[in-house]
Every structure is written in structure tokens, then in C-alpha cells.
């Protein structure tokens, strides 16, 4: 397998076998509500979610009756999505795809969300990824990236691959991943230049205190804004 890939087929293997998140991630939650543009009827306002999964995000932001749309490289968890989306009677936009070549119009979205997505590519993947990202969103729109910090004690676990990935980890909660990017504040800032302003970056990180094996969770959460 090649060492830097713009889809890990573990994810597909993993969906296939039944895989899934059934509810949303608070700090999706907290990021919708905060910063869609209120001005707007709930079912104008705009939102993709990058490497969506199971689709448990848009699920929320679907019955709160926004406008969803999702892509996730996995076929399984894309039909998981659209089947569960059907049996709820909700609406919303399911395709398969790789986050470099989003299948959607300029300047379309108010909010793009990434949850623990992006981190499985390799940096120059990320970076035509958020290069995407700022094409589909509309100016003022905000953008949730949600990447593995390089302080997460799985980090030294595992090896080092090309294109800044870490591979084949041994230990603590990121076993199973497959490739994955640990980022640094560097890395985070680095993808949001230019276009971007900045409107928070948050390193969060929690130490279980229970388990013999020390294991330390850590991730970044920035939001930042299109300024054109």
C-alpha cells in the first residue's frame, strides 16, 4: 500500500463492518449554532460537512432544518447516511468522493465542517483540500477544522510516513486509524493563510486518569472565516 494515500481503505472496511456514530460531536453542535448567519431562514443557510461518516453531524443540523450536504470517500457509510436520512424523512445532499475534488459549485456553502476528517490525509492533500474548501464556501463563510494534535500520546507510537503522516500506531486511543496527520499549531496556521482570517484556535487536550497506560487526547479546533 502506498505510504501516502488521499483515502485510507480502512475507513471503507470499517463502514462496511457496521461502523458508526449515530449522534453529533458537541463541538459541531456548538459551531453551527454560534456562527450560521442568523439572518437567514434556517433552510437557506448552507451546510457541508468533509468526510461526514455516517452522517450523524448533518443528522442534527438537518432535524434543527438546515440545508445539508456530505461527502465521505466511503461508499458504505454514504448509503448508511442516505438510508437513515430516508427512514427519518430528513433531506440531504449524500456523495462519494475525495475531499480534493469537491463535486460542488463556487461560493455555495455558509459552513464547512471538518470533524477528525482531514487529519487522515497526507499535508499536501490537506492543503488542496482547504483549497476546496475556501472555493465551495461563500465569502464570510466559516470554516470548523478539527485535525489530531501532535501532543496525542498515540503520536510516538507510531512511524513516521512521507507527507508529514504517522502510520501503522501501536498504542493509545488512535489505534486502528490507519494513516494519520498529527498537527502542530504550525501546521494548522499554515493551511489557513490568505484567504482566511483566523477567528479561534483551540488546543484541547484530556488525560485519562484511570487507565494504567498513560493516554493523553489532543486536538485542535479552529474556526476561521473566507475574507474573499
Known amino acids: 500500500m502506498s505510504e501516502t494515500l488521499t483515502f485510507d481503505p480502512i475507513w471503507e472496511e470499517k463502514y462496511s463492518q457496521g461502523h458508526s456514530q449515530r449522534y453529533p460531536w458537541d463541538a459541531v453542535v456548538s459551531f453551527v449554532f454560534r456562527h450560521y448567519p442568523h439572518h437567514k431562514p434556517r433552510h437557506e443557510v448552507r451546510i ?14 438537518a432535524r434543527e432544518g438546515f440545508c445539508v450536504s456530505g461527502i465521505d470517500a466511503s461508499h458504505s457509510a454514504v448509503k448508511y447516511a442516505q ?50 474548501i475556501r472555493r465551495v464556501l461563500q465569502t464570510g463563510g466559516k470554516f470548523f477544522f478539527n485535525p489530531y494534535s501532535d501532543r496525542h500520546s498515540s503520536y510516538v507510537s507510531g512511524r513516521p510516513g512521507s507527507d508529514g503522516l504517522t502510520l501503522d500506531i ?56 473566507k475574507v474573499y
Not at 460537512?49 to 448533518?58: A, F, I, K, P
Not at 449524500?94 to 455555495?108: A, H, M, S, V
Open 83 to 132: 438510508k437513515r436520512f430516508a427512514e427519518d424523512n430528513l433531506t440531504g445532499d449524500f456523495r462519494t468522493g475525495t475531499f480534493n475534488q469537491l463535486p460542488f459549485e463556487n461560493n455555495y456553502f455558509d459552513l464547512v465542517i471538518d470533524r477528525g476528517a482531514i487529519t487522515c490525509c497526507g499535508l499536501s492533500v490537506a492543503q488542496q483540500t482547504v483549497a476546496e
Open 48 to 61: 457541508l460537512e468533509v468526510g461526514c461518516g455516517t452522517g450523524s453531524n448533518l443528522w442534527f443540523a
Open 170 to 225: 501501536s498504542a493509545g486511543t488512535l489505534v486502528g486509524v490507519g494513516q494519520i496527520c498529527l498537527y502542530g499549531r504550525r501546521e494548522v496556521e499554515s493551511l489557513l493563510t490568505d484567504a482566511w482570517k483566523l477567528l479561534s484556535l483551540q488546543h484541547l487536550e484530556i488525560v485519562e486518569q484511570i487507565q494504567p497506560q498513560y493516554m493523553l487526547h489532543a486536538e485542535w479546533r479552529a474556526i476561521s472565516e
